[in-house]
């Protein structure tokens, strides 16, 4: 693939700059704004629970303007028979909306780290990205602020060893389980890891184990945690949606996650063109989930997601799509109104105005006394 010119030092500082403030400051707030509901806590778990989803639907606000400010790019939402009465047009031009299951597991392959600002603003465009929870690896646990925040999120960090992460999922999921009238998405990855040349040969290390599919475009999957995910989870989440992503321009051998880093998206401003989101639903009743059974069903959806990237990649560049899709929606990444942004605000700045009301009112009182 042809390399575009690299920006100048001050282009990428200013944008730099100007990224680490809009984030950081919505970041802090959103955290402050945690903090300011603990009171709940200890009044009832139901209202925590309602503040903290608030708080994450903020959040996902804050994922989906990084995107449209910093990285605008074009998607092109599609589905099969399963999926395509669920994708409409949006109600603005350039926008989408989705009427996915409320209550679902989600997957999807992982190509490059921003993969899940893409999944979150799925949600959005459902209207369910404060219900989103994300299973991601235990080091982002301890990121200041931000993995502070992930953690009143209620997000399941894995350690990667399964003695260690089995009691805190298996609490966590049946926490969820039991709230089955609030909306849920259980995000994961299930390949652990995105597609790269340093996570290739790890993966075909572990399909010659396990006397898997060799996948080029893709990663063998894991089975462990999934399994254990739709098990726990039962009929109280009766949906898998499967979603296979890709990005443009991408040459046929090359590497998403090389192409399309943070820095180069965010920072130098060289976001992909056009980003692939092909969805997929399936009914968990109709997923085997003994060992052996789970495992093979699992692997034939990656199988069936390798030959959709491998048929997809080999057609000519900027023509490129999915073959099996019955709906397709193209739109833009972004709020339905630059006005959101102003509900992140909303709760910080009531109880700013509620401690200068208190204020002047003490003052009114000791001045009186």
């Not at 997957?107 to 921003?114: F, K, L, R, W």
């Not at 321009?249 to 965010?266: H, I, N, Q, V």
């Not at 080999?314 to 899709?325: P, V």
């Not at 709020?335 to 959101?340: K, R």
């Amino acid at each position: 693939m042809a390399q575009a010119a690299s920006p100048s030092f001050a282009y990428k500082l200013l944008r730099l700059l100007g990224f680490i403030a809009w984030f950081l400051s919505n970041c802090l707030i959103i955290h402050a704004t945690q903090f300011l509901g603990l009171p709940f806590l200890f009044l009832s778990k139901h209202l925590w629970y309602a503040w903290i989803q608030r708080t994450k639907a903020a959040f996902g606000l804050v994922c989906v303007t990084l995107v449209q400010w910093f990285a605008p790019t074009r998607v092109v939402v599609s589905g099969d028979h399963s999926t395509a009465a669920e994708i409409q047009p949006g109600d603005i031009a350039n926008r989408v909306k989705l009427s996915f299951a409320p209550r679902a597991v989600m997957i999807s392959n992982h190509q490059i780290y921003a993969d899940w600002l893409f999944m979150w603003w799925t949600a959005y465009t459902s209207n369910l990205h404060g219900a989103i929870y994300i299973i991601l690896k235990e080091s982002l646990k301890w990121i200041p602020v931000v993995g502070w925040g992930m953690q009143f999120f209620g997000f399941i960090f894995m350690a990667r060893s399964w003695e260690r992460d089995r009691p805190n999922l298996e609490r966590t999921l049946q926490r969820l389980s039991r709230e089955r009238e609030e909306p849920l998405w259980l995000l994961l990855y299930p390949e652990g890891t995105n597609h790269s040349p340093n996570t290739r040969g790890i993966a075909q290390a572990y399909a010659k184990k396990v006397d898997g599919p060799e996948l080029r475009r893709t990663l063998l999957p894991r089975t462990t945690g999934l399994r254990f995910c739709l098990q726990q989870l039962g009929e109280t989440c009766p949906w898998v949606y499967d979603c296979t992503i890709a990005y443009e321009p991408l040459g046929e051998t090359d590497f998403a996650a090389k192409e399309y880093t943070l820095r180069s998206m965010f920072f130098e401003g060289k976001p992909p063109q056009a980003v692939h989101m092909h969805w997929r639903k399936f009914a968990v009743s109709d997923i085997p989930l003994d060992d052996a059974g789970f495992q093979a069903w699992l692997f034939e959806r990656w199988a069936e997601k390798e030959a959709m990237l491998d048929k997809f990649y080999k057609g000519q560049a900027g023509q490129r799509a999915f073959e099996d899709r019955e709906k397709v929606v193209l739109c833009e990444m972004g709020l339905n109104s630059t006005f959101e942004v102003a509900s992140i605000f909303v709760p910080i700045a009531t109880a700013a105005l509620l401690v200068n009301i208190l204020l002047k009112v003490s003052r009114m009182v000791g001045v009186m006394g």
